[in-house]
């Protein structure tokens, strides 16, 4: 585990919020809102203060997590600020400035209250951020459904998740502020990134807001700053989530343990004009059987047959999506059964059947694009 190679070059490891990975309801394990034992707390050992589930334990404003010792620690206010408010105290309890530490600070926001099937924003974000416009893909499926069925819940939501990513911003100042005055934000390295965003059920499925290949899902925000990444670069390559464990160690100087996947961005932070393999993948479970990759230049997804929450892999997939992102930015105009682009799909079939391999995956067919009912 991350924390754990930490741990083992004399570093403090911290969590705080969403930890949503001791749960494992089909082995009958479930801790989604009860304390989570230290054995399953991935080697996090010296400040803990947390849920499994946080969205089952809180709400926008107010809830519960627990700490360390298992206790359940009751927060009032808005969610967002309370979490960030147990990471400063971290920051507060270090007596040696000098002594390393690795804190991940795990919010929610601006994740979908599932129980309330909305976004939670502060009190007044309706307004705050009512007259805000809305990107491209968002607009053009409202134009798209003018006359016809709308399942989309953009217009009543998007307010409140700019309010949500707006809190968010507020409370990583406040960390950064706290790393200032306790002298230690010089030597400090923060990523600031998100898991997934929401196409707010856009892309055809009733009460599905993000388990798709589209960019309003995939394309997150990833902000570093630190040693190794000072100067204010835009760096305009295609990275992965699974590049930031290993970047993260590469930062503390901790050699790559064996089996971790990925790539440090260190020398990309260094050389952004370096060679680089511009390409992401991506397994999508639950609302389908999946894999994608993402390039510059395009967007290709294929699905299997099964439940996407009992089934997560197949050795026969379909084309299910592809864009041409130059002339299709907000990827309205699916071409994955469009003969022309035939070739182009076929060698990024070839890649992802790579990248699948790669991940352990054996390689599968790919067919042609078929209805899914």
Not at 92 to 101: G, T, Y
Not at 329 to 347: G, H
């Amino acid at each position: 585990m991350l924390a754990q190679y930490f741990n083992e070059n004399g570093y403090a490891t911290a969590y705080v919020g969403k930890w949503h990975l001791a749960t494992d309801r089909p082995a009958g394990i479930n801790y989604e809102t009860s304390a989570i034992p230290a054995e399953r707390r991935g080697g996090y050992k010296d400040y803990w203060m947390a849920s499994d589930v946080l969205e089952f334990t809180s709400h926008g404003y107010n809830g519960y997590v627990y700490n360390g010792d298992n206790e359940r620690v009751p927060f009032t206010g808005y969610r967002a600020d309370c979490i960030n408010d147990f990471a400063i105290d971290f920051v507060h309890s270090r007596k040696d400035s000098n002594e390393p530490f690795f804190l991940f600070v795990s919010q929610i926001e601006p994740h979908h209250q599932n129980d309330r099937r909305r976004y939670e924003g502060p009190d007044g974000s309706k307004e705050r951020f009512a007259d805000y416009e809305a990107p491209g893909d968002l607009k053009a499926y409202s134009e798209a459904h003018e006359s016809g069925e709308d399942i989309s819940n953009w217009k009543q939501n998007y307010p409140d998740y700019l309010g949500c990513c707006h809190s968010l911003d507020y409370n990583v100042g406040r960390l950064v502020d706290t790393l200032k005055e306790q002298g230690m934000w010089e030597n400090t390295i923060l990523f600031y990134t998100a898991d997934h965003g929401s196409h707010f059920i856009t892309r055809g499925i009733e009460a599905e807001y993000k388990r798709t290949c589209h960019d309003a899902s995939i394309h997150v925000p990833l902000i570093a700053v630190g040693p190794g990444f000072r100067g204010g670069k835009v760096v305009r390559h295609v990275v992965s989530l699974l590049d930031l464990p290993v970047t993260l160690l590469d930062c503390a100087g901790i050699e790559r343990p064996d089996g971790f996947q990925g790539r440090s961005l260190l020398p990309l932070a260094a050389e952004p004009e370096m060679d680089w393999e511009d390409v992401a993948f991506m397994q999508i479970s639950e609302s389908r059987v999946g894999r994608a990759i993402r390039t510059p230049e395009y967007t290709y997804s294929v699905r299997a047959e099964g439940d996407g929450y009992q089934t997560f892999g197949s050795s026969v997939y379909y084309e299910e999506f592809f864009y041409v992102l130059k002339d299709d930015p907000y990827q309205q105009n699916n071409l994955a059964a469009d003969p022309a682009w035939a070739q182009t799909r076929a060698q990024l079939g070839q890649v992802l059947k790579r990248k699948m391999r790669e991940a352990g995956e054996e390689e599968p067919e790919i067919r042609p694009a078929r209805a899914w009912t």
